[in-house]
């Protein structure tokens, strides 16, 4: 095409000028020129995660559905007991915000554990402060809201190899005081420092320890790489299987109003419809 015929296309001489992806988008069989580029044009989700800790981020964008994309802000961890004490956590969610964002998720499942129920919501009260207004998420109240959408009571808890006796004590009292039955909690072993733990010890250790009376399973700890095992699990004990990372993404999708599928990472996913989002009225969409 010359450049007579291409000011032509373009209406230069009628004084509307269509922009180039319009032209591309009209285009028949031309239409698909765009490649994906992670821009989140359904939702964007951020992720407050520990600033030497790669997996809540890496697990959100690998169970991100079309259109969604995750942006994680590191915040400095000192000490796993005070890591929800300002002002690292409050700067890093002012800074999030400003992209903006349609949830905020605290990818930190010990602050719940120690804090409890009560001091979720003050934390969430507090960084909803800096947050300008978008949503601050939980791992275990995402958790709550997800045995009760899948209609489950009895529970057991598995954490990771680096959670202390008394914080394992503590998850078990978090979800007592839910109204759940907590058949079984326990870490895995050995013991460690915080390391990368392979999906098939936390398959087996599952399949080993988990009783038939529990109802479903919960992974807690957003540093546990644990989405990969959720399907083969789910298929061979016959009942949901949950992880921290996973229900705080459902969480996060279910609160910004997205309903696309996530396949194979749990029937947990299939509770996200429009029924499960009735509440999400108002949510922002920049």
């Not at 180039?20 to 407050?48: E, F, H, K």
């Not at 010990?110 to 601050?136: C, H, W």
């Not at 870490?187 to 990368?196: D, I």
């Not at 790489?225 to 279910?254: C, H, K, M």
Request: proline share 7%.
């Amino acid at each position: 095409m010359n450049r007579r015929n291409f000011l032509t296309v373009l209406s230069l001489g009628s004084g509307t000028l269509l922009s180039l992806p319009t032209i591309a988008r009209s285009a028949g069989p031309d239409r698909n020129v765009w490649q994906p580029d992670g821009s989140g044009l359904r939702a964007r989700i951020g992720v407050l995660t520990p600033h030497n800790d790669p997996v809540p981020e890496s697990e959100f964008w690998t169970m991100a559905p079309e259109g969604v994309s995750v942006h994680a802000a590191r915040v400095l961890l000192a000490d796993t007991r005070t890591f929800a004490n300002p002002p690292h956590p409050d700067d890093a969610t002012e800074l999030l915000a400003a992209l903006p964002l349609h949830a905020i998720v605290f990818a930190f499942t010990t602050s719940s554990y120690l804090m409890g129920a009560e001091g979720d919501q003050a934390l969430k009260v507090r960084l909803e402060k800096r947050s300008n207004a978008i949503p601050v998420l939980f791992p275990c109240t995402a958790a709550v809201a997800a045995f009760r959408a899948l209609g489950v009571r009895r529970i057991a808890l598995i954490h990771p190899p680096w959670f202390a006796d008394d914080v394992n004590q503590l998850g078990m009292a978090y979800f007592r005081g839910q109204g759940f039955d907590v058949t079984y909690a326990s870490q895995v072993h050995p013991p460690r420092k915080f390391t990368e733990v392979y999906p098939e010890e936390l398959y087996d250790w599952a399949r080993k320890h988990v009783p038939a009376g529990a109802e479903a399973v919960f992974y807690g700890g957003n540093g546990l790489r644990a989405i990969g095992v959720i399907s083969a699990l789910e298929e061979d004990l016959g009942r949901p299987v949950l992880t921290a990372n996973q229900v705080a993404f459902w969480y996060a999708l279910r609160q910004s109003g997205v309903g696309a599928p996530v396949n194979g990472y749990g029937r947990l996913f299939r509770k996200l419809n429009l029924e499960d989002r009735s509440s999400t009225n108002g949510i922002r969409r920049d």
